[in-house]
């Protein structure tokens, strides 16, 4: 179980105080929060104090920088602008300083401040997922050695729990570490298939939350008996623009949706008992057996063969068919909001940092400089956003002063 912190409280004229005329309250904490982690340092030989380093790395982060070097940098070219915030009385730190505090810190350091910025899970939808960092790669075998399991809460836009999968393994492995870490009472965890095992779903029960696992042919029992099911429970196959026909018995949600030339029809069938299942007591809690029927094409109205998609999922949820439905659809904001996000507008399989911490760490402070540019009140995209604020110290300032908006302190 880990142990939160809380910053001390603010003085009076705090930035009075310690030298720093302009200094904004909400970088004053965070620089607090930061003076919580600890130092691996040696003692008496360090010029740049931990919290001004972290600090200055978040900015640079926010500003589209990506790695040590640029983080350098942007720390000597910005010195006159970050000297409003901080001391820095030994200058600007180089790219040296920043790479050894990234090797020397703990990334489960990191995660406790995501962990205090997210606040509690009760009520709240916890997404798990995986993520290779393909630039983090073994120099003998070609492999990426950083493999991490992420907890995602897109309520939040932030991950609360990072589990990195051991060498020759699976994210099955990781998986139940990465579970028994998180608070997760009143919480709904939502897995894809490589976590659709009894053992998970007990697990997940046993914390006191609910679940939704997707059901695949790695539980091939199951998955074939499902199948089955919703097989006879379809008594005919309809036009694309109708609700298609079920037997009465379940609960049906039905939605359409057309973006960008894409029409798709979705059904979301819901089985409440389970007398048809002999094995429905290998799962904890079971509920609710999921079936859902995505119909596409790429225009509603046309002589084009709808493709035409089944996905199964079993969770503990009592809810309707329409909020099962919408949370599945949820489940992927971890791809959408995180995981995309970092490859695309951070280039995380890009850099080269091989080392599995140094690594690990960078990956946590992409996390926190979208949160950070997300949290802010000007419109745009996250991209967008850091090439302003690389451009304009003004509006970087503006950015960075509502660093804790909507904290969960």
């Known amino acids: 179980m880990r142990v939160r912190m809380e910053p001390d409280p603010l003085p ?35 010029l740049h104090p931990l919290p ?30 970050l000297r409003q915030f901080m001391p820095l009385r030994n200058g600007a730190p180089s790219h040296d300083v920043f790479r050894n505090v990234f090797l020397a810190l703990q990334p489960d350091a990191l995660l406790e401040i995501m962990e205090l910025w997210v606040g509690g899970l009760d009520g709240k939808q916890v997404t798990i997922d995986g993520k290779v960092s393909r ?29 990195v999968c051991a060498e020759k393994s699976n994210e099955l492995e990781a998986l139940p570490r990465l579970l028994s870490k998180l608070q997760l009472h009143g919480a709904v965890v939502t897995i894809d298939a490589m976590g659709g095992h009894p053992e998970i779903a007990r697990q997940i029960q046993n914390q006191g939350a609910d679940y939704i696992l997707a ?52 059904e979301v069938v819901v089985s409440r008992e389970q007398a048809w299942w002999p094995k429905a007591w290998k ?59 970092l490859d695309v507008t951070y280039h995380e399989d890009h850099c080269q940092v091989r080392d599995k911490t140094a690594a690990h760490n960078l990956t946590l ?12 009140h000007v419109k745009g995209s996250v991209r967008s956003q850091r090439k302003r604020c690389a451009l304009d110290p003004a509006f970087r300032s503006e950015v960075t002063s509502r660093i804790f908006h909507g904290f969960g302190a």
């Open 283 to 341: 799962w904890a809690g079971l509920q609710s057996v999921i079936c859902v029927r995505r119909e596409t094409m790429r225009q509603r109205h046309s002589e084009e063969t709808p493709c035409v998609e089944m996905h199964y999922y079993l969770s503990s949820l009592t809810v309707s068919a329409a909020e099962l439905g919408r949370l599945i659809r949820n489940h992927w904001s971890v791809e959408n909001q995180c995981h995309h996000l």
């Open 135 to 163: 630039g983090t790669k073994d120099a003998v075998t070609g492999r990426s050695t950083l493999h991490i399991l992420r907890a995602w809460v897109s309520e939040a836009g932030l991950s609360v729990g990072h589990e």
């Open 12 to 46: 009076p004229a705090a930035s009075q105080a310690i030298g720093e005329p302009y200094a904004l309250p909400e970088i004053l904490r965070l620089k607090q929060l930061f003076a919580t982690l600890p130092d691996a340092r040696v003692h008496g030989r360090v």
């Open 365 to 376: 402070m992409r996390e926190l400089s979208a949160k950070v540019l997300r949290s802010s």
């Open 215 to 266: 059901l695949k042919a790695n539980e091939k029992e199951a998955h074939q008996a499902v199948i089955a099911h919703f097989e006879t429970q379809r008594t005919s196959t309809e036009e694309i623009h109708d609700q298609g026909t079920w037997v009465q018995g379940s609960e049906i949600s039905t939605s359409r949706e057309q973006n960008r030339g894409r029409y798709e029809q979705r």
């Open 52 to 81: 001004e380093v972290l600090l200055i790395a978040l900015c640079a982060m926010v500003s589209d920088c990506e790695d040590f070097t640029d983080m350098g940098h942007f720390a000597q070219s910005q010195l006159s602008w």
